[in-house]
């Protein structure tokens, strides 16, 4: 071909290769071994965590984090071998971030609540607890949301950021939990007698606790009864149990031995105030 200067295309590609050469080889390498050893520090990070007992659903996110940490690490490291200015490729990668924290500010708050609920552990799956307004068996504790099961058996998600900011109860987190029961006799009933009845019931269940004493005592002199407060100590597995038997044993032997659970009682006094027409 008339006018094609090879000696010029020569001397330019060996330019090129001469100038860049030694770098693509260079970042090409970093790459090939900045991956194994981010791989190899993922790897060692898992293991430990893992060997922490820490929670499973929290080790991938962590390891995850570490991850894609390090490779933009190499990545900016890969450019500073080209001459490219990577003070402006953080920049830029850090007004990203920011406008995407502005923008999912809500799930990032979910996101981080999730975060804390993993490390602290206030409850577990499996726990009955009190969150966000709502109660239920714990069937998932997720990075955005958790889930409980209602003893209907309706599923509910709730936010994490509504849980972590709020009062958290946790029913099942003590071995052993207190049946509180409120009971209502007659003013003419002998409180001794019902009292001593009560107590009959609680030492003959066996689901009863010795240790705490069971205690009943008068709380109210009511309306319409005196109220005595029922108070027994169970393991947390049989508490609603019971609580129902309890409820209906007492009531019986209540019956049984000629004491009374009244009804709620009004007087009305009718004045005569004069001849109605």
Known sequence: MEGFNWDSVSASIQGLISTWGLKVVGAVALLVVGLFVIKSIRRLIKGALLSSKLDETLVPFLTGMVYYFLLIVLLVAVLSLFGIETT???????????????????????????????????????????????????????????????????????????????VIKNYSANENRRCDLVVGISYSDDISKAMAVIHQVLKADERVLADPEPMVAVSELADSSVNLVVRPWCKKEVYWPLRFDLTRVIKEQLETNGLSIPFPQRDVHVFKSGNIA
């Open 88 to 166: 402006s490729v953080i920049a830029v990668l850090g007004a990203a971030g920011l406008a995407v924290g502005l923008a999912l500010q809500g799930t990032l708050s979910n996101f981080a609540s999730g975060i804390m609920l993993l490390i602290f552990r206030p409850f577990r799956a499996g726990d009955y607890v009190e969150v966000g307004g709502v109660a239920g068996s714990v069937t998932e504790v997720g990075i955005f949301s958790s889930r409980l099961t209602t003893p209907d058996n309706v599923l509910i998600n709730v936010p994490n950021s509504t849980i972590y900011g709020q």
